[in-house]
């Protein structure tokens, strides 16, 4: 089973700052929390992932509460093109247990 | 640079029939896996593979075989197609341990089963 909670859905104007929840109270110490994003029937696309510092890229932040028990993503400037299934994932990355669950994600839908 | 190429992209199969579902990467990465997405639902690890030689079952294993000789390579098989194995297919691949770009996926194979 997946070890994320998160809301199944979620609106936001475009324009603004798009922040999706996650849960992971039983994260473990050698776990990373990794955001993917799947726009319709493609792939899922690779957004961020940290371990315990907030993290920021070209497409999004990435929050880590200081008992790493949830995180929140953010993407600053939402537009319609940021309408997507968004999954949070936590993953031990390297060795034999090295393999991603996905949940069942939060679709985001941008208002215009 | 092709990133990860899955053959063929569309398949309709009949019950009992078998196939493989290929999935190729150039990226020389050693973490491979299978997932399987239904309609309106999220994606479920069929099988992973953390290098050459070695392959474990994810989530819903029954009913698909896998086999890593390769670094490039990851072939997932059906048996005997079931009408529940109509789903999308898509292969990913990874460098072990935290790669900051994670995973990257195919561009999915659609398999119908009648």
């Known amino acids: 089973d997946a070890k994320t909670t998160q809301p199944p859905s979620m609106d936001c104007a475009e324009g603004r700052a798009a922040n999706l929840p996650c849960n992971h109270s039983?994260?473990?110490?050698?776990?990373?929390v990794y955001w993917y994003r799947q726009i319709h029937s493609q792939g899922p696309q690779y957004i961020i992932h940290?371990?315990?510092n907030n993290e920021t890229n070209e497409m999004a932040s990435l929050i880590i509460t200081e008992d790493r028990k949830s995180s929140t993503l953010i993407l600053p400037h939402a537009t319609l093109r940021d309408t997507a299934v968004y999954y949070c994932i936590v993953r031990v990355a390297g060795g034999r247990d090295d393999k991603i669950i996905f949940g069942k994600g939060t679709r985001l839908h941008i208002l215009p | 640079n092709a990133g990860v190429t899955q053959t063929p992209k569309f398949q309709v199969l009949k019950t009992g029939q078998s196939m493989t579902l290929q999935c190729a990467q150039d990226m020389n990465h050693e973490y491979m896996s299978w997932y399987r997405q239904d309609p309106g639902m999220g994606l479920r690890l069929i099988h992973y593979?953390?290098?050459?030689?070695?392959?474990d079952q994810g989530e819903v294993p029954n009913g698909y075989n896998v086999s890593r000789s390769t670094t490039e390579d990851f072939p997932l098989r059906l048996l005997s197609a079931a009408p529940s194995q109509t789903s999308v297919y898509f292969c990913a691949s990874s460098e072990t341990g935290a790669h900051p770009y994670g995973y990257t996926f195919g561009s999915g194979t659609r398999l119908t089963v009648v």
């Open positions: 940290g371990l315990k």
């Open positions: 039983t994260i473990s110490g050698n776990e990373y």
């Open positions: 593979s953390v290098g050459a030689g070695i392959t």
